[in-house]
């Protein structure tokens, strides 16, 4: 590729476009100041070394400038891009455009770099395609200047996903509504969608020159730029329905994901229009729920912004979904969130690295997400992670106080059942992936031998909150993520150890929650705080969806059909009476209300609706 090395590189603002100026035409040079552009941050932030592209691919036709050679290079792999001039000459330059609104107006000169002397080219370092975190689809193009300005192609103003924008209707995979249809003047304006996520508009009961398009917006309704009247058709002679063409609403290489959409039409006779609801479509469960979730990832500080350990757990929701479009998450929370952090920044404490700060139940949360990464990935780095988490909890097992077990926090102050039952997951899950080892193994004895001699677990089967200072249950209340954690930690025991007392408790735990009605009301999981009048905290609104997880794996353990049963029942009832037209789950998964709806129990739903 290019011989050359990278020049000076001003970094730019845009300069945008009068209105009138077509999309395709190449800028003229700015003739007002420019400013810094603002760092967009995805999986890397702009600025990136080409050197460092995983990728190189020329998805647009290159330029000829008076001889020179303009092309645009693009990593899918990094969602990033960079251009190039070769064959120039001392002080041509070369630079890149973006746009966030379809190519209507653009960020002008970023990156532009000149050729210096005794050199024939240069390129530009590489910027981010497109903007996730603030729900902005990005189009890129390489302009240069070589005694005439002229711009490749934008790449990607057509959205794809299984189907591309613009596909017919006619091949739709199914069909179905997602919200009422609208009315106006007699005609009827529906919203489809279907098993791809693909959607289109119809308009029936009408007439001649009748219209009817989609909307698509990337931030749930609140904005559409670049996504107005797509597929504007109207009806034909004689004719009193049209439909659009289908276009995408998921976006997997500029991961964008759970797009919206709505349908509106015009009646010929008259200029005002009315439009369906917003609504995103539902491919899977699944994939609906994680879609919705993964709006509130912020991969500027590369979490769920915020809560520390809910984080954790929530990216571990997304590991089961199985759905590998979210990959790149994992990475990006690794690599970003492993560095040492004040209070305040991503806890009240601070976090040491590592994952590591004296919430020993935080650093256990994440000891788990990352042998889930592993997993997931079978990338090794998430597992040494782990083990090193494991050790700092490890650390905190204490025989000098109640004979054992793990304490809750550095200063020793209480042992509980969250911090001893993520233990028991935790060191079984490292010796099962940890060859020849043996010391893992006899700490998850010791901890599961210890666990169920220190009287959390009630006469009932389930699991009270901790103990008390002279080492007896204290009867506080039962959270169900207390009694998942315990069912995973067990049935994890019994993996490493073949003794079946192990998975016979796990069983034990399960049956009993689903019997009481503590914990299952009307065959629904019910937390303490989904009762009545009163609210749950942002701990507790995804505790229910760490109980599934791990019921779950007891399914997946023992084939048992009753299991799957109760969970499908929690499926369906989040399905049909705790989920909107954008697919967000709120706390109560029977309905009802005060409800609360936001990224964590959203990631509680997607737990139950995983199987």
């Known amino acids: 590729m290019l011989s050359f090395f990278v020049a000076f590189l001003m970094v730019l603002t845009p300069v945008s476009p009068p209105p009138s100026t077509p999309p395709s035409t190449p800028p003229s040079a700015p003739s007002s100041p420019v400013v810094a552009a603002a760092v967009v941050c995805v999986l890397s932030c702009d600025t990136r070394d080409p ?45 890149l455009d973006r746009s966030w609104d379809g190519g209507a107006t653009w960020e002008g000169l970023l990156g532009r770099a000149s050729i210096p002397g005794a050199w024939t080219g240069t390129r530009t370092l590489m910027y981010n395609v497109t903007d996730p975190g603030h729900h902005r689809r990005g189009l890129i193009r390489a302009c240069g200047d070589a005694a005439a300005v002229v711009c490749t192609g934008w790449i990607y103003p057509t959205v794809c996903d299984v189907l591309c924008d613009r596909t017919s209707a006619s091949q739709a995979n199914g069909a179905t509504q997602p919200v009422p249809p609208t ?20 308009i029936e009961a009408g007439g001649p020159g009748d219209e009817v398009w989609l909307d698509r917006s990337w931030d749930g ?43 509106c039409g015009r009646e010929a006779a008259h200029q005002e229009g009315s439009c369906t609801a917003w609504a995103r479509p539902v491919p899977t469960r699944a994939r609906a729920a994680a879609d919705a979730l993964l709006y509130s990832y912020d991969p500027y500080t590369a979490w769920w912004p915020t809560s520390w350990w809910n984080s954790a757990t929530t990216l571990t929701a997304v590991m089961d979904s199985g759905i590998r479009d979210y990959d790149w998450v994992i990475a990006r929370t690794f690599d970003v969130n492993r560095v040492p952090f004040p209070a305040g920044q991503r806890s009240s404490d601070p976090v040491e690295g590592d994952f590591i700060s004296r919430s020993i139940d935080d650093s256990a949360w994440w000891g788990l997400t990352w042998v889930a990464a592993y997993d997931h990935t079978g990338d090794r780095r998430y597992l040494t992670m782990a083990t090193t988490i494991a050790t700092y909890v490890h650390q905190y097992w204490d025989t000098r106080t ?4 793990v304490w809750w926090d550095r200063e020793r102050t209480y042992k509980n059942a969250v911090t001893n039952g993520q233990y028991l997951r935790l060191t079984a899950a490292i010796h099962r992936r940890t060859p020849g080892d043996s010391m893992w193994l006899q700490r998850a004895r010791t901890a599961a031998d210890w666990y169920l001699a220190s009287g959390m677990v009630g006469s009932a089967g389930l699991v009270n909150d901790g103990l008390t200072g002279d080492c007896r249950n204290n009867g506080q209340t039962v959270w169900t993520y207390n009694q998942g954690l315990a069912i995973g930690g067990f049935v994890e025991v019994w993996r490493a150890t073949g003794d079946a007392r192990y998975l016979d408790t796990a069983r034990r735990l399960a049956d009993s929650a689903i019997a009481s009605p503590v914990l299952t009301r009307g065959g629904v999981l019910t937390e303490s705080c989904d009762v009545g009048s009163a609210v749950c905290d942002d701990n507790q609104k995804q505790f229910k969806g760490i109980f599934m997880r791990f019921l779950n794996d007891l399914a997946r353990a023992t084939g048992s059909a009753g299991y799957r049963q109760y969970a499908q029942r929690q499926a369906d009832s989040v399905w049909a009476a705790d989920r909107d037209a954008l697919n967000r789950i709120g706390q109560r998964w029977a309905g009802g209300t005060p409800n609360q709806v936001d990224w964590r129990t959203q990631a509680s739903g997607l737990n139950a609706v995983t199987s």
């Open 51 to 95: 050197s460092q592209a995983g990728q190189e691919t020329f998805p647009v036709p290159e330029r000829q400038i008076n001889g020179r050679r303009l092309v645009l290079h693009v990593s899918d792999r990094d969602g990033m891009a960079w251009g190039s001039i070769d064959n120039g000459r001392t002080g041509d330059s070369v630079w």
């Open 183 to 202: 009315t106006l003047f007699g005609r009827v304006i529906r919203l489809q969608t279907d098993l791809n996520g693909m959607a289109w508009g119809t």
């Open 221 to 263: 309704g609140a904005s559409w730029p670049g996504g107005a009247s797509l597929g504007r058709v109207s009806t034909p002679a004689s004719a009193t329905s049209s439909r659009t063409a289908m276009f995408a609403t998921r976006d997997p290489r500029g991961r964008h994901f759970g797009g919206a959409v709505r349908a």
């Open 402 to 405: 109640c004979g054992g077990g």
